[in-house]
């Protein structure tokens, strides 16, 4: 479910980031709901064809079938966009090759009709996932914008979730392991990596949090929720500004006080990701006793001393998890969420000392007597995206100083 930043109640859309010249959807009107189109503007036309995934532009009777009629029992999830419908599609009409046309299942978001904010979200949305393309990505296929109607189709995520299977766990559900939460976290890790050092330019996502790390039936991790997506600085720009948008719990400080975005706030979100897969605990619980609200805030005592690591472990978890890792995986998030951004590490760092932890994390757990090695002492990166501390090559043997 949404949970709002600085809005009293809902969260914010930054309208203001996007001219109306910028809007890549245009819809043709038409007569009859379900028969309007829409299309891409010129320029993201060409470059999603040109990678030959283009999100296609549905009929609202097409995603009514697929949804039958957005029924109730199709319902599998609620956020601040709107309702989230399992679907099915068809692959087409028969052919020789292919004598059965094929079904295929997909998750449909229908946009809450509450005007434009959530139109610019749809907006960015669709713009974004038709231009990035990353296996940790979650994968458009298509949209709907009919009338006053606006529908986003994604592949189908059969897991849900990162979030749905780190809280109020029902009793016939086993809890993640620490592995597969180590692995989500390196996967989600290499979505971030691309949208901060690969896509040009760099993409801040602004809204990391385990309720968009999908999982699919492998668990394995994709990123989703585009919407408040913005471009990075670019040249000798270190921050863009822009209005405080984000989910509270997550947003880096210096952005919720200043408005100044740089990908160092992503890092933070991403800390606090890693604090939730470590301990079990949702970033804001507001019926917790005070002091314990904000988990950040709860945690900050046990991060600064590596001696302390341990007990920040989650009790779900029964001891089933290598030390070591677990005490290398808390030392990497208190570095994600230094107060100060520039001590905050590059995700490039971050993906390689997380896939040294996934490495190790199908080790025996070490029941013994829990003692962490000694932290890393923070310091600011020298290059823009790597501060060179652990290279791809490097002998993870080595990998102690963290
Ligand atoms: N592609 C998908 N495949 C499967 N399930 C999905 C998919 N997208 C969303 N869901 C389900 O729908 C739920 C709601 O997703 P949604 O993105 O609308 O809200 P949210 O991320 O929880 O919160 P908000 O968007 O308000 O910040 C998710 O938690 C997930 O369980
Ligand atoms: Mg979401």
Redesign the pocket.
Known sequence: ???CFSCGGN?LKDVRDIEDDDMPIRSSDSSENGSRKSSLSGKVKESSSQKGNMARSFTFRELSTATRNFKETNL???????R?FKGHLDSGQASDAFPTSISFIV?I?QLNRDGFQGNQEFIVEVLMLSLLHHPNL?NLIGYCSSGDQRLLV?????M??L??HLFDIEPDKEPLDWSTGIKIAFGAAQGLEYLHCKANPPVIYR?L?S??I?LDENFYPKL??FGLAKLGPVGDNTHVSTRVVG?FGYCAPEYAMSGKLTLKSDIYSFGVVLLELITGRKAIVLSRKAGEQNLVVWSRPFLKDPKNFIRLADPMLQGRFHVRTLCHAVAITAMCLQESANFRPFIGDIVVALEYLASQSNKKSSRGVPRCPPSPSPSPSPSKHSSGSFSRDRDFGSFSSI
């Open positions: 479910m949404l949970r969260r599998i999830g609620e956020g601040g966009f709107g989230v998750a978001k979650v994604y592949e189908y995520m059969r849900g979730s979030e749905g809204d949090k309720a968009n999908l989703s929720d989910t």
